[in-house]
């Protein structure tokens, strides 16, 4: 059984460094076609796609925030960490991450779905 | 960036009810699309991927369809567990994209 739960602070300051940490359980981040990845929700507001990371340590980014954003994977712990720069009160959300699994292929691609999301974890941005 | 449409934003439905939701690309996703269902207070669950595929453990009386830029997600017969809100996502390009969310409400 698959599962992820993710943790970091509930609060932080306008200008302020976050690391969300993923642990998960269930599967290994070295296995062919596997990923895990980031999304989030402002309160009452829609979802939002951040950042993938995948076995074979490829990474995507939200253009929009790549400048801001970092994945990184332990798999030895069985964690993926996102660190998220100069945070803003705008980004105060639930962060959510996931395990992704490849579901289609073409010549040009791989195509990776998030099949198990994590409980997500709350983070306010305010001084 | 693919935009994704949905529409309606919110409905009104009775136990029994088909409801249908549907969901536009701004651009060709060929079949890359899911649907996750998000109750209150809860995390998103995956419901359906590749337009039609149902992720396992979900009920029959969901099914998706469509291909290109237009989806449809239905729901046969209501249920009172199936009232949530309703987001689509391509992953067909990066960064993935989701829909506003479709809220189906109780009539």
């Known amino acids: 059984q698959i599962t992820l739960e993710e943790s970091g602070p509930t609060l932080v300051k306008p200008t302020q460094t976050i690391t969300l940490t993923c642990a998960f359980s269930?599967?290994?981040?070295?296995?062919?076609?596997?990923?895990v990845g980031w999304i989030r929700q402002p309160p009452g507001k829609a979802l939002e796609w951040l950042a993938l990371?995948?076995?074979?340590?490829?990474?995507r980014y939200s253009p929009s925030l790549k400048r801001r954003l970092t994945i990184t994977k332990d798999t030895s712990k069985a964690q993926v960490v996102l660190t998220m720069t100069n945070m803003d009160p705008v980004e105060t959300a639930t962060y959510y991450c996931?395990?992704?699994?490849?579901?289609?292929?073409?010549?040009?691609?791989?195509?990776?779905?998030?099949?198990?999301w994590g409980k997500g974890t709350t983070v306010t941005v305010s001084s | 960036d693919i935009q994704m449409t949905q529409s309606p934003s919110s409905l009104s439905a009775s136990v029994g009810d088909r409801v249908t939701i549907t969901c536009r690309a701004s651009?060709?996703?060929?079949?890359?699309l899911a649907w996750f269902q998000q109750k209150p207070g809860r995390a998103p669950t995956s419901l359906i991927y590749?337009?039609?595929t149902l992720q396992s453990g979900v009920p029959s009386r969901f099914s998706g369809s469509g291909s290109g830029t237009d989806f449809i997600l239905t729901i046969s017969s209501l249920r009172p567990e199936d009232f949530a809100t309703y987001y689509c996502?391509?992953?067909?390009?990066?960064?993935?994209?989701f829909g506003g969310g479709t809220k189906v409400e109780i009539k």
């Open positions: 996931g395990h992704y699994r490849v579901v289609g292929a073409d010549r040009f691609n791989y195509y990776y779905y998030m099949d198990v």
């Open positions: 990371i995948f076995w074979n340590d490829d990474k």
């Open positions: 651009q060709a996703i060929t079949k890359y």
């Open positions: 269930g599967f290994s981040l070295t296995t062919t076609g596997v990923g």
């Open positions: 590749a337009a039609s």
């Open positions: 996502q391509q992953y067909a390009n990066y960064p993935f994209t």
